[in-house]
């Protein structure tokens, strides 16, 4: 069975005539894609949840109860965050979820967090990390092998939680490793930052690099529990920003800077399977121009059907399970050459067999990505 998800952003407009069993089914989909609130506030605007039966309705309701709750607490902690920096001489730029939400952009709508992520000036991270270190937030990886990880070959320091509140921060200084295929230097996405109005010293991305953001953390990371909000996300982001004129050629003209062809392709190409957004006809040749060779957009779009599914039972087909590892195993070469890669599957695969401290299996296998 497809995701009966996929038809709620795919015909937005017409509401689905599902029985109770379906609604089941589709709830269960909702959470595995974290997508309940999105699903919920889709409802609310639409006026239609009075329409629901009452046991799925529940559900929604409470989800949306969860969502305001939340956009409080990230509200609070973006100005938390901001504070702690206020003494350090860095543009602080929201990435993905924080982004979305601090700009007002569609995104937001209906999103739970798990995290915030920022980026600051590679040169300040020191002082960042100290900052935020004197106003509640630590690092808890005691592991040598995983600070290094982090510290040399990512694009990004160890997560940090507030010892109080439990919130945790993840600070970038660019948006893909430095070993990575696609390589970005963060200082070229700084300049070009935007100011938030009401957020003193908050930033975002600008929107076409945003959006890239959005396509190559989708396209290269590997984890596609979540793969299908993911794309949602950019397809919010394209009807929003594709209004301006000159969104589109920008767009493509910022992916041959940056080297981010390829993930931006994969993205156009299941955003207009999905939910039939595209790019404008005028500019087909140019999208043409970044799409990989034959063999790899079949292959890619073989496995990217399977795996930008919810990942539940009733979405499961033949190959499932080993498409996404498939594209795990992709990202990883994506993002680091064979003699970083080896030796770091194969301490994960350790970690994973045999835990120590006490962990689970499950939960050592998470310590590095």
Same mark, same amino acid.
């Given at each position: ?54 046991? %799925? ?33 860095? %543009? ?38 100290? !900052? ?134 994969? !993205? ?38 399977? !795996? ?34 080896? %030796? ?26």
């Amino acid at each position: 069975m497809k995701s009966l998800l996929v038809q709620v952003w795919a015909r937005p407009d017409e509401q689905p005539a599902w029985t109770l069993s379906e609604w089941e089914t589709v709830l269960g989909q909702a959470r595995q894609a974290r997508l309940l609130g999105r699903l919920a506030r889709h409802y609310a605007d639409h006026h239609w949840l009075m329409t629901v039966p009452k046991q %799925p309705r529940l559900y929604l309701e409470g989800a949306l109860r969860l969502i305001e709750r939340q956009h409080h607490e990230v509200q609070w902690e973006a100005l938390c965050i901001r504070r702690a920096l206020m003494g350090v001489d860095t %543009p602080v730029v929201m990435l993905k979820g924080a982004a979305y939400f601090v700009a007002g952009l569609p995104p937001r709508h209906g999103r739970l967090f798990s995290d915030i992520d920022i980026m600051v000036e590679k040169e300040r991270l020191p002082e960042v990390e100290g !900052a935020l270190f004197r106003h509640g937030w630590i690092s808890e990886e005691r592991d040598a092998y995983n600070q290094r990880y982090y510290r040399e070959w990512m694009h990004e320091i160890p997560p940090m939680t507030h010892v109080q509140r439990g919130t945790v921060i993840d600070v970038h200084h660019t948006i893909t490793p430095p070993t990575s295929r696609f390589k970005v230097d963060g200082a070229r996405l700084l300049e070009r930052a935007v100011a938030i109005d009401g957020w003193e010293g908050v930033y975002v991305l600008a929107p076409v690099d945003m959006v890239l953001h959005s396509a190559v953390h989708l396209f290269q990371e590997g984890e596609f529990s979540h793969g299908l909000r993911d794309l949602l996300d950019i397809n919010d982001l394209l009807l929003h920003f594709g209004t301006d004129p000159g969104f589109w050629g920008a767009l493509f003209a910022r992916a041959r800077d940056l080297g981010l062809g390829e993930p931006l392709f994969h !993205a156009l190409h299941h955003t207009q399977r999905l939910f039939g957004t595209r790019a404008p006809q005028d500019l087909e040749r140019t999208l043409q121009d970044i799409r990989p060779n034959w063999i790899a957009r079949q292959l890619m779009s073989a496995l990217l059907n399977r !795996a930008l599914q919810p990942l539940h039972p009733s979405c499961d087909g033949p190959g499932s399970d080993f498409a996404r590892w498939l594209l795990y195993i992709r990202s990883h070469y994506l993002r680091m050459p064979w003699y970083l890669i080896v %030796p770091h599957l194969t301490r994960k695969a350790y970690m994973r067999y045999f835990p120590k401290d006490g962990k689970t299996a499950m939960n050592a296998g998470q310590a590095v990505r």
